[in-house]
Each structure stands twice: as C-alpha cells, then as structure tokens.
C-alpha cells in the first residue's frame, strides 16, 4: 500500500506542478501585455487584497525575501504604480500603497487571475465534473 500511495502523490505533486506552470505561463504572458513582470503583478494583487502593508508584511505573504520585494517595490514605485509612505504616527515603518494609476486597473489584473480556467472550464459542459472537480480539491487542502 505504501509503494501505491507514494505512486500517488507524486502524481497528485506532478499534476500540482503541471496546473501551476500553466497558470505561471498565462499570468507571465498577459502580465507582459501590461507591462509588468510575474512578480510585480503577484504584488500589485497582494496589495490590493491588503492595502497599507508594510515591506516586511509583504515579503511574508509572497513568501520572497526582503531584499527582492524592496526591488520590486523600487521597480513599481519609479513606474508610478505605488508609493511608500510613512504614517505620522509611527515613523519607524513603511507602508506601501497602490497609486491611482494601477487602482484604475484592478479589474484587469484580477482578469488575467481568472481569465485561463475560466475559458478551460467554459470547454467543460457537464457540472457535476466541475463539482467534482471542486470537491477534490477541497478534500486535498483539507487533508494536508
């Protein structure tokens, strides 16, 4: 039984990495049509689900280190994309702020998220596959 479940779960990994390369691809390209690199753009969209954090939170929750989000960070701020600032109240920290300029585009860049299984699932006519599909997924995040 051992040597089937390890058979499994590297499937389970192989097909994990499969999905998350073609994401990674989809995201890479239309990225590229705005003008921003895979990075940038999973920063621009962490900072729209979680505005005013600081460099430190944030080289947390994209789970790079401080130093490339600090490049980043410089990359987008020359680009005019965002801004850091430093509240009144406490001016030992940083926090980093979306412009204007890139809050107009929110809606295209959570598109381009969701815009590639949207149209493979759209290719998918029966529903309860797509359940199933769901329910699958959900019973992995659960058990790991």
Do not use: W
């Not at 600032?85 to 980093?96: C, G, H, M, T, Y």
């Not at 702020?97 to 929110?106: A, G, Q, V």
């Amino acid at each position: 039984m051992s040597q089937q479940l390890n058979e499994y779960s590297n499937k389970i990994v192989d097909l994990l990495k499969g999905i998350q390369k073609k994401f990674k691809d989809h995201i890479i390209e239309n990225g590229n049509e705005l003008g921003f690199t895979m990075p940038q753009l999973l920063l621009i969209h962490e900072l729209f689900c979680t505005p005013e954090i600081t460099l430190n939170d944030l080289s947390k929750r994209l789970n790079l280190s401080k130093s490339t989000v600090s490049g980043i960070v410089d990359r987008l701020e020359k680009q005019g994309v965002l801004k850091r600032i430093r509240p009144d109240d406490n001016r030992r920290i940083v926090k980093i702020f979306l412009t204007e300029k890139i809050i107009e585009k929110r809606d295209i860049v959570a598109h381009i998220k969701t815009e590639h299984l949207t149209k493979s699932l759209e290719k998918e006519s029966d529903s309860l596959k797509i359940i199933s599909l769901i329910d699958s997924l959900e019973y992995l995040y659960k058990i790991l």
